[in-house]
């Protein structure tokens, strides 16, 4: 579950990311119902600072 204070200070430098970088993560399953090509494309859409993996 998230919370804030599991924040790992760690993960930018780990991923390589800058410090303005915004990881977007999607935990669910990868189903149909779930339209994830719809959310793939909205993804790049959005650009940088936004990074994904």
Same mark, same amino acid.
């Given at each position: 579950?998230?919370?804030?204070?599991? !924040?790992?200070?760690?993960?930018?430098?780990?991923?390589? #990311?800058?410090?303005?970088? +915004?990881? &977007?993560?999607?935990?669910? !399953?990868?189903?149909?119902?779930?339209?994830?090509?719809? #959310?793939?494309?909205?993804? +790049?859409? &959005?650009?940088?600072?936004?990074?994904?993996?």
């Amino acid at each position: 579950m998230f919370h804030p204070s599991r !924040r790992v200070e760690t993960l930018r430098a780990h991923l390589r #990311l800058p410090p303005d970088a +915004r990881l &977007l993560v999607y935990a669910g !399953r990868f189903t149909p119902e779930k339209k994830l090509p719809l #959310l793939i494309e909205a993804v +790049r859409k &959005l650009g940088r600072p936004y990074h994904r993996s």
